[in-house]
């Protein structure tokens, strides 16, 4: 079974200038999330996608990131414009609905984004 | 809001004994609790979980303990391996509105020393 793809890995930018990621859940799996690590900080929840739909974007800094996930599949998150604190590794995940796993996440490697 | 604490940013472990991490929530609806693996430039990996209706759960080496009166969860590491060395993410699940909202701890990293 193959796992949560993300690209890029790395990203550097300046600040101001927009930056987007890509994340290919498992396949089946119909709950995705996007997160946030700061170093030395836990993941932090950014949003969170049943199929197309969006249940929780409540810590999704709305006026700067975006992300959709359209067709239920692939998903992409967008920062316009980035800011020095947005620095960090972001992390998307995936969740089979049912069966004996359905609490476990599945992570993707991250993307390591540093804004100078 | 820290609402699942991890208060013992690393550990360090001879290699063969026991390594014990701890975790402490404040949210009584929490449900479910896991930990997780995270090796450098890799995602989190699951571990183990526990339901709240349990106090035990083992799995090969590792166990997690749970206390609900103190609102206190613990990862055992029997023996501990070079290979664990990694940082361990505490997180609690609950049901919210339509899916499963996960709060990860800040993390322990783990050094096992051969």
């Known amino acids: 079974e193959a796992g949560v793809a993300q690209s890029p890995r790395y990203k550097i930018i300046e600040k101001r200038q927009s930056v987007a990621f890509w994340c290919n859940p498992i396949?089946?799996?119909?709950?995705l999330y996007w997160y946030q690590q700061i170093l030395g900080q836990g993941p932090k929840l950014l949003i969170q996608?049943?199929?197309?739909?969006?249940?929780?974007d409540s810590q999704l800094p709305k006026d700067r990131f975006s992300a959709e996930r359209l067709k239920g599949v692939d998903s992409t998150l967008k920062i316009q414009p980035a800011k020095l604190e947005d620095s960090a590794v972001y992390l998307c995940a995936s969740r089979d609905s049912g069966g004996s796993s359905y609490n476990e996440q599945f992570f993707g490697p991250g993307t390591r984004l540093t804004v100078l | 809001d820290q609402q699942v604490k991890q208060n013992s940013p690393s550990l360090s472990v001879q290699e063969g004994r026991i390594s014990i991490l701890n975790c402490d929530y404040t949210?009584?609806?929490?449900?479910?609790f896991l930990w997780y693996k995270k090796y450098p430039a890799e995602g989190p990996t699951f571990l183990i979980s526990i339901s709240s209706i349990k106090d035990k759960n083992e799995d090969g080496r590792f166990t997690v303990f749970l206390n609900k009166s103190a609102k206190h969860l613990s990862l055992h590491i029997v023996p501990s391996q070079p290979g664990d060395s990694a940082v361990y993410f505490c997180?609690?699940?609950?049901?919210?509105?339509?899916?499963?909202?996960?709060?990860f701890g800040a993390g322990t990293r783990l050094f096992v020393k051969a």
């Open positions: 949210n009584s609806m929490f449900d479910y």
């Open positions: 996608f049943q199929n197309n739909g969006v249940v929780d």
């Open positions: 997180a609690a699940s609950g049901l919210n509105t339509g899916g499963f909202k996960t709060i």
């Open positions: 396949s089946g799996h119909a709950t």
